[in-house]
Every structure is written in C-alpha cells, then in structure tokens.
C-alpha cells in the first residue's frame, strides 16, 4: 500500500504551505510552518497537545485564516501578509474550498437531516447537480462506506463510527483532491475507529490526497505515507514511518514517540 | 470579525433581495387604510356616548344621536354631506392636529384650556352638570352635603373642574360614561357629578338611579378645529348653526332627544315648546329595556356575531402581517448583531434595549400620531401593524440570536468546509436548527401579539377589544359581550397553538427518532 514518500518527486505537489503564522491574541500557534504534500500522499501529523497541529489543518482551508504565510491547495494560492481578511480574499478562500474536503473530530453532521440529505445538501446547493444524478451518486458513496441502509435515517440515530463515515461521505460528494481530517477517530473506541480508518485506507488506495491530524501511532504508522511531527508551533521533523518511528533524528520527537510506543 | 463582515456583506444582499417585498405587502394594505380624496370629516367617538353620537341599540349598524343628527344638518345647510370618522375618545384632539379630520364634534366642552390648544366654533348645545345617586343609599342634593364622599365623573371634563375646587370631596375619573354608572350601581362612588345629557341617558334610566338637586354650573358644547387651520371651515358651521338657531332646527333635533334646555332657550331667544314627541328619547329608553328577558337577550348576543367577526377579522389581519414583520426584521436583527460588522451590531442590540425598555402603547401612539410632525403619515392598520411588528421583532431577535447561538459551532465550520457561502451555511444548516429550538417560545409571543394587538385601538381601528368596548358599554353588558369577546380570541389563537404544537412535534422527531 505504502506507494511513495515524500521525497519521491513521482507525483506533483498538491497541497503547499509555506510559512505559516498565527497567533491567538498573544498566544503564538503557528510559528513558520511549511509543509508539502504531493498527490495521492497519506500524511499524518502527530505531536503533543497544544502542538498547534490542528490549528495547522484548520489553516489549510481556512477555516482559521493564517496571520502570515502562503498556502496553496489544488492550484489555489492565498498569500497573507498581514492585514485584513477582505471580501476577495474570501471569495479566493471559497474557491480554495471547492478542492478540499475536512471531517471533524466531532463530526458536525447535520441534526436535522437525514444521513442521504447530509450528503446532498452541499451538492444540492453548492454544485446544482441534476437531482438524480446527485441522489445516485450520494447513495454509491454512502454504499461505499458501509451504511447505504442506513441512508434515510437521522445522525443521531447512529452509532460514532457509522456518523463519521456518514462524515467522509458528506466530504466526498463534493468531489474533494484533498481531504482533511482533525482527529477523526479520537471520540470512537478502537473497534469502530477500524472502520473509519479502513474507509481512509481504501480512499488512499484509490489516490486521495490526505492529512490526517490524529493520535493513532498504529494507524499512522501502518497508513502513512509521510509522518509530520509538529511541536511548539513548528514542524520538527516529517519523514517515511519507517524513519520516523524507527530513528528519528530529534530528540524531542524520540521522547514523543518514547512516550506512546 | 473582519472575516465576518466580509461574509455579512454577501448574506446582506440576500436578505435585502426579499425584505422589501415584505414592506410593499405591509404598504399596500395601508393604501387601503389611507382616504385619498378630502370632503369634509368630523370626528367622534361612537364606542358609548349616548345621547351624542352612537350606534343605534335596535340595529348596531346605524348612528344616531343627538349630535349625530346635528351633523347631518350642518351638511344639509353647508351643501356638503360631512363624513363620519371614528376616533377613540383620547385620540379626537391628536387627530385633529395630525389632520385625520377637519371638525370634532363630540360634547367638547368649550373652556379656555381647551381654547389654547384647538379652535371651537360658537356653542351648539348649553346644558349644566347634574347630580346623580342611588335611590337607596344616603341622599344628597348639593356639592356640600358630599364631604368625605367619593364622586365619580369623566376625566378632563368641566365636572372634573368642578370637583377639583372641591378638594374634601374624594374624586374618581373614568374614561368611559358607563363605567361611572356602573361603580355608583356597584357601591364604588356615593354619587356623580356629570353633564346633563349623560345624567338624564344613564341616571334617569337606570331605575336604581337617580337625578338629583338642581343644575350646576354651566356647559357650552362647541365643534372643534386643529387650531389656526381651518377659518373658512368655522365661518362656514358658525353660519349654518346660526341658520339652525333661527330656523328652529336645531330645536327640533334637541326636542326629538329631549334635550332642549332653559339654557339652550336662554341663548336662542326661542320660548317655544313643541308638540312632537321626544322619538329619539323613546326609542332609546325602550330599547334599553326590552332585552331583559333570557331570549331578547340570547337574540341581542346573536346579532352582536357580525360586529365580532368584524373585528376579529381586523384583529387577525393586524396580527399575521405583525408576525410576519415581527419574524423577518426579528431574524435579520439576530442575525446582523452575530454576524454583522461591529457599529451596525451595536446598533441592533440598541434597537432591542429601546424597543423593549418601551411600552408597546407609547410606540404605537408615537407611530400615529408623533411621525406626522417629521411629515410622516401613516394610515392606522400600517402603524398598527408596524408598532406591533417593530416592537415583538425586538423580542424575536434576542430569541433568535440565543437559539443561533445554541447551535454549535461546529455546525458552521462543517457547512463552511463543505464550501458553502457563509449565507447558504447559515440558510440550510444553522437556522433550522435555530428555529427548531425557539419554536415553542416564539408560540408564546405570537399569542401575546395576538392579545398585544388590541393596543391599535387607541389609533382608530376597531377591532375585538374595540368592539368589546363598544358593545358592552352600549348595553350595560360586560359579562354576556365579555365572554363572547373572550371566547372570539381562544378561537382565533387556538389554531396557531395546534399547528406550533404540530410543527414542534414534526419538527422535534429527527433528534430522537430511531428505527
């Protein structure tokens, strides 16, 4: 499964950030972050609580807005260097959103409509896709997770593992090159996390770009393409799993590591 | 922020898409509210005042009344048919100034106090205060004898004078004629000073009552005017009642209602008595007793049904379009203040503060009669309706902005990701959710607005309270009319309470529904 690394120069990069800051009132998260991620990559980032790392993810769609830094997903280039965040700067952070799908810790699926309707909103009003052309497609992908008879059901109604698949899918209607995810398994036990991270496994396999913020060694190890270790609002050190959790060069990424192995 | 202004610019186009339309809606309705020709109006209040200008008791349909008959004349002599206005007693004088109507004519008694604010034409009727009693209390005959007694009387009127240079007598004022009765029956006042035609209407025919002592003081009606506005307008009644004077006109009318007074001789000249009888004062007093029995009474209730639905017509219309007021400018509210840039935020949480820190009658009356001096006129159903709806979209607002609230951020972040505009996201995702959670509190206020709309009475609209007043104090009956009126708003609010239950429990199952 493990196809490349990121210093195979196979694929082009996808997703490029170069430098990014961001502090929260006097808190500094992000102190310089530059990552590369090339097409079809799985990349994990892990590092200690507070590490900025999420804050690093959210920046990637902006969902949080860097103070500075370049980041460029997908062909979409949003330059910050200071100043206010302006309509068009807006419009560029939509278009950039079009490339690049995001599942959530907590999953943020939609209460008041039913799992296929979860999945069809966004096309429904984001792309104006023909009805039956979006409901095919929604079902073949909700098929593809695993939960096609749960389809008419409410999310609440349903089991964490089987919301955040419900997730993923509601990201891949949207046709996404990159998909994002802030933890997506830390609020599942083990045995239904599985079947998230298969539905991740299967989706590298078919040649997503991915970056998974996540506490999961195993899954990291095993899935990865390229682990980030990200400490202090900077990128420590990020290379192949087997570098990483075999001989990584840092010390603190050893005591990280130490720590959970 | 800055990054919720920029969306806020994009979610405001939106809304400003299908605001007006709501507002042309509200306008045209007031179009219709709105005279657009002038012939010459008078203005009275009809709700009660028998014997000057009220709805006949045998058929509500009609006015009557002395003074009403009066009119008729004055238009028969200035070739011009006068049109009727009716106005809540309060709101005659306002509406003169703000131009709803030329001419009051409704027992203004003509003193200086009034001359400041209001031009008046020459006296139409004279008369004097009269004391009234209860035939089986203590009897009294003069002012003197009611030391340390209360007396009722209607408030800014010369009997109110009267009773103020006598400060030993304990005063109760009212708005309305048969209240004052009503209390004196009931034991509430020992007796009541008031003008002569409402003693002889109200005392002389209440058979627990009676007209005592002999007259007091003096009282000249006189037909008002808005203040330096209308000289031609005066010359011309001044005129026609001087030709009623001489031509025994007005002495006929005043006859037919058996009102002719020594005083009203004294100022003609004319010592003539005439034959005919008092039809007017007959056919009230009859009325007035014939519907003792359980049937006439039943029969009476059942016509009473037209002028209900009448009102509660009005009184639904004014409520839905305040609702639907109250809920667009409530949501828009909300949303600017969460989502705006910051000075137009601030600006609505002011708008809130005021609104609610305000009374809603204060609003409506200010709407009415206070913009006309910024040459803003309103017709009545659209400052009913706006005082209404501008005042609940206040309390709307700050519950929309706590159930938008309640909705976790992550509902947002999830439709934002999903690339939807910070508009669509708020459109699809965060306020259904919102709605789902302010549902039953927005059940509660619009069955307040429903009852709160009785308040666009005080601005000419006759609607179920109105109509209530009207009725009941027409026919001494606020227990018979007071339950059909009550029963009239648990009709009209009963639907509105089924269909928020039915939405509610619609609306309720997608968090708990399993399979």
């Known amino acids: 499964m493990q196809t490349g690394s990121a210093f195979s120069v196979k694929e082009p990069v996808v997703l490029h950030a170069q430098n990014v800051h961001k502090q929260f009132g006097e808190t500094i998260i992000l102190n310089g972050v530059s990552l590369e991620v090339h097409k079809g990559d799985l990349v994990s980032v892990i590092g200690p609580s507070g590490c900025g790392k ?10 949080e807005i860097p103070d500075r830094g370049r980041i460029t997903a997908a062909g979409v280039t949003i330059d910050r260097q200071g100043g206010p965040w302006r309509r068009a700067d807006e419009h560029m952070a939509h278009r950039l959103r079009t490339h690049v799908g995001m599942v959530f810790q907590s999953f943020n699926l939609f209460p008041h409509l039913t799992v296929l309707d979860n999945v069809l ?12 052309v979006k409901r095919d497609q929604a079902m073949a992908l909700l098929e593809k997770v695993g939960l096609g008879r749960v389809a008419g059901r409410y999310p609440l109604s349903l089991s964490g593992g089987q919301q955040q698949r419900a997730a993923i899918a509601r990201a891949l209607a949207m046709n996404p090159d990159i998909m994002l995810y802030d933890e997506p398994t830390s609020a599942l036990d083990p045995l239904v996390a599985e079947e998230v991270l298969n539905v991740m496994r299967q989706l590298d396999a078919e040649g997503m770009t991915q970056i998974v913020v996540t506490h999961d060694m195993r899954f990291a190890r095993v899935a990865s393409d390229t682990i980030v270790y990200m400490d202090g609002g900077h990128i420590i050190e990020a290379g192949p799993p087997d570098v990483m959790c075999v001989r990584p060069t840092d010390e603190r990424t050893r005591r990280f590591l130490g720590a959970l192995l | 922020m800055t990054q919720h202004s920029t969306r806020f610019f994009a979610f405001a186009r939106h809304v400003s898409r299908w605001l007006p339309a709501c507002l042309i809606v509200l306008a045209l309705f007031a179009g219709s509210a709105r005279g657009e020709s002038h012939p010459v109006r008078w203005a009275a209040d009809a709700s009660a005042d028998v014997p000057f200008t009220f709805h006949d008791l045998k058929d509500q349909t009609k006015l009557t009344g002395f003074e009403y008959d009066l009119v008729q004349e004055l238009g028969r002599h200035m070739k011009n048919p006068l049109q009727f206005v009716q ?6 004088i306002p509406g003169l100034e703000r131009g709803l109507y030329e001419m009051v004519i409704c027992g203004i008694e003509i003193t200086p106090e009034h001359a400041e604010g209001i031009d008046f034409s020459d006296p139409y009727y ?14 009294f005959d003069t002012l003197d004898q009611l030391k340390g007694h209360i007396v009722g009387t209607l408030k800014a009127t010369q009997a109110e004078r009267i009773l103020q240079n006598h400060p030993e007598i304990e005063m109760r004022t009212y708005d309305e004629e048969t209240n004052v009765f009503l209390d004196l029956v ?3 006042t020992d007796a009541i000073l008031i003008d002569g035609p409402i003693a002889q209407y109200y005392g ?7 007209v005592v002592g002999a007259p007091i003081g003096r009282v000249a009606y006189g037909v008002a005017f808005a203040k330096g506005k209308h000289g031609a307008l005066r010359e011309q009644v001044n005129t026609a009642l001087a030709a009623m004077m001489q031509d025994g006109s007005l002495h006929k009318i005043l006859a037919n209602w058996k009102l002719w007074s020594p005083e009203m001789a004294a100022m003609t000249g004319d010592r003539t008595t005439l034959a005919a009888e008092p039809a007017g004062w007959i056919r009230y007093t009859e009325a007035l007793h014939s519907a003792t029995s359980w049937k006439a009474r039943f029969w009476r209730y059942v016509s009473f049904i037209p002028f209900l639905a009448k009102g509660a017509a009005l009184t639904l219309l004014v409520s839905l379009c305040a609702m639907v007021l109250a809920v667009a400018l409530g949501l828009a509210l909300a949303l600017i203040r969460l989502y705006g840039p910051r000075p137009l935020a601030s600006l609505t949480s002011v708008y809130v503060e005021v609104v609610r820190g305000t009374p809603l009658l204060i609003q409506i009356l200010f709407l009415f009669y206070g913009l006309p001096e910024f ?18 979209a206040a309390y709307e607002a700050e519950n929309y902005r706590a159930g938008l609230q309640s909705v976790a951020p992550g509902q947002m972040e999830a439709a934002l990701a999903l690339n939807m505009t910070h508009f669509q996201a708020l459109r699809f995702v965060v306020v259904p959710q919102a709605f789902r959670l302010v549902m039953p509190v927005m059940t509660n206020d619009f069955i307040s607005l429903l009852k709160d709309s009785s308040l666009v009475s005080v601005i000419t609209l006759t609607e179920l309270t109105q109509t209530y007043i009207r009725l ?15 029963g009239a708003y648990l009709i009209l609010g009963l639907p509105f309470v089924r269909l928020a239950r039915m939405a509610e429990k619609k609306l309720a199952q997608p968090h708990t529904r399993r399979e």
């Open chain 1, 54 to 63: 999420s804050t690093f993810l959210r920046c990637l769609n902006f969902l």
């Open chain 1, 121 to 132: 909103l966004a096309p429904r009003i984001v792309k104006r896709q023909t009805d039956t």
């Open chain 2, 87 to 92: 106005n809540d007693w309060d709101g005659l």
């Open chain 2, 126 to 139: 004279v008369t004097s205060e009269r004391l009234v009693v209860r035939r089986d209390g203590s009897h």
């Open chain 2, 186 to 188: 009931n034991g509430r």
């Open chain 2, 204 to 210: 002389s025919t209440n058979p627990a009552l009676e």
């Open chain 2, 375 to 392: 040459g803003i006129s309103l017709g009545p159903f659209l400052a009913g309706v706006l005082g209404l709806g501008l005042n609940y």
């Open chain 2, 472 to 486: 009941s104090s027409t026919y001494f009956d606020y227990f018979g009319t007071g339950l059909m009126v009550g």
